[in-house]
């Protein structure tokens, strides 16, 4: 991806992050992410492979803003794990496309960002009932 392209991943999740709490904008991304691979899986059945390829980039785009806005003074140990599981899932993306088995490797991401939004989602609950 070019600097053009995280340019624009790292201004969508600014943007978001400013319309709603940090843990929404963060929910919010990782739903976008996890509709774009949806929608890769579902071009590539039909085999519209270039719509494919196109929302498996914007998935990656998503993961690789919100990888690029990790605080690490903030958030130590914890920003670098979301930083190296961000570039795992990116890379187990990238590296899925065009494989057959492309569809089970976008699942099992799938199931990695649905599991940290739920976590997110509980901290954010968790939050909300703490003000």
Not at 53 to 70: F, K, P, V
Request: hydrophobic share 40%; proline share 2%.
């Amino acid at each position: 991806m070019n600097h053009q392209s995280n340019f624009h991943a790292a201004q969508a999740y600014r943007s978001t992050s400013t319309a709603v709490p940090p843990l929404r904008a963060v929910i919010m991304m990782i739903d976008g992410a996890i509709m774009f691979l949806q929608r890769s899986i579902a071009a590539n059945e039909h085999r519209k492979y270039e719509d494919s390829h196109g929302h498996m980039i914007r998935a990656t785009a998503i993961l690789r803003g919100l990888s690029h806005n990790l605080n690490f003074d903030r958030g130590g140990a914890v920003a670098e794990r979301l930083h190296t599981t961000y570039h795992a899932l990116i890379m187990a993306c990238l590296r899925s496309y065009g494989r057959p088995d492309s569809a089970q490797s976008y699942r099992r991401v799938i199931g990695s960002l649905t599991e940290m939004r739920d976590a997110w989602d509980s901290v954010a609950a968790q939050t909300a009932k703490a003000r």
